[in-house]
């Protein structure tokens, strides 16, 4: 998962400050805080196995056994904000993204053509440049039209 930025900051409004949940930390009125977006992503605490392409692990199992994991990474999956200045389009760019995939799927077979993460020594990974916003190095796809 590549979010367009690599962090969110915020500051502290409430007047007698923010504790987290740790009981511990606390950040007090007017406190930058920076939410990294790119390392939460990554963190195998908040997602099991992060490098490895698994969308079923959204998907609550029949038995429930993975509900509370599957409702940490979406309350850690900040790539449209969190709060009242979440993305008011986030909705519309859901549906476009299932349809855009699900068209794709439909219509395309495709593969991955290098893997660029090997010349990084992390096979599971690519490259991806910090700029204000998050540019991608790869993956790089071949598509071509299903025959039906």
């Not at 392409?53 to 038995?63: A, T």
Request: proline letters at 6%; glycine letters at 10%; a neutral charge.
């Amino acid at each position: 998962m590549v979010p367009a930025g690599s962090q969110m900051r915020r500051e502290v409004i409430h007047s007698g400050g923010v504790t987290l949940a740790d009981g511990i930390t606390h950040f007090a009125k007017g406190t930058d805080v920076i939410y990294p977006n790119f390392g939460a992503l990554r963190d195998p605490i908040n997602y099991p196995d992060p490098h490895t392409w698994n969308p079923f692990r959204w998907i609550i199992k029949d038995d429930g056994s993975n509900e509370g994991e599957v409702a940490r990474m979406k309350m850690t999956f900040g790539n449209f904000s969190f709060g009242t200045r979440r993305c008011l389009g986030i909705n519309l760019a859901y549906t476009e993204m299932h349809l855009i995939v699900a068209r794709i799927v439909w219509q395309y077979e495709f593969e991955c053509v290098d893997k660029v993460g090997e010349k990084l020594g992390k096979p599971d990974e690519y490259d991806v440049k910090h700029h204000i916003v998050l540019v991608p190095n790869g993956p790089n796809l071949r598509f071509w039209e299903r025959q039906m």
